[in-house]
């Protein structure tokens, strides 16, 4: 059984195949991505403004937050969203799903991995993305060890859509699958119990940082299987709050020294609350990275 402890075990293995493969392809440091979380007002009440705006800001890729089998992207269809981002010189790789067992109140939730899988597929090539990622379980979706078992039979199912549509499947990472369940961590379950060519991860590194966790650790153990990652700062308080890139405790040049390890291709700026206008705290963001990260 796997628990914090054993967790982290694996990375002198890891290390001596590493050995055998140096290294994994590089990621292009010309993009600099945001995921659109951070501005989800603007984008729901224009998004083709709030898209012109994040580009002037010198962002250059985007993570989309919001699909579902009836508003598409941002209330327009795939191709229409496409164009929008092409005017604006942007792309986007990667766009968040639900998992779709908690259906929320709602009687027709489709666009999720377990309702309308298919169509969120073809909707995701047709927007020219790379990746589909399973962002966020609801507390209803968690359950115990033997669940996350099961949902890591899902995201197989589901990874398998997206292979023989030329995508990939990702997870999205919380804190919560970093409590052990029955001398488990959920979150070493989905990476032992799916495919590593079905189901790659998308790593939060606030969210890694609060539960503990050293993102090198687990890249070393698991290399090449975390393309998408999630910069995102915390503040030096007790409520250890979401903070601009660069201004919290987060040590981001000492993580993005794993990039390759990691098999790092993109990675989005995300600050899921800001203390005044989210495009001030972006701009704070964009900065730093342009300065040390890239």
Known sequence: MSTRRTFIKQTSLATAALM????????DHSYIGLQLYTVRDAMQKDPA????????IGYNSVEGATYSGTEDFYGMDAKAFAGLLKNNGLIMPSCHYRLGEDKLGLSDFKGTILHGWDKAVEDANAAGLQYMVCAWLSPAERGNIDHYKLLAAHLNKAGETCKKAGLQLCYHNHDF???????????????????AELVKFETDLYWLTKAGQKPADIYNAHPGRFPLWHVKDMDNTAQHAFTEVGNGVIDFKDIFKSADVAGLKYFFVEQD??????????????????????
Request: aromatic share 10%.
């Open 273 to 294: 609350m800001t203390p005044g206008d989210p495009f001030d705290s972006i701009k704070k963001s964009i900065a730093y990275i342009k300065q040390n990260l890239v």
């Open 20 to 27: 055998l493969k140096p290294s994994f392809l590089k990621y």
């Open 177 to 195: 699958e970093f409590i052990e369940d029955n001398g488990q961590l959920p979150y070493t379950v989905l990476l032992s119990d799916t495919d």
């Open 49 to 56: 403004a709030t898209l012109e705006k994040v580009a002037k």
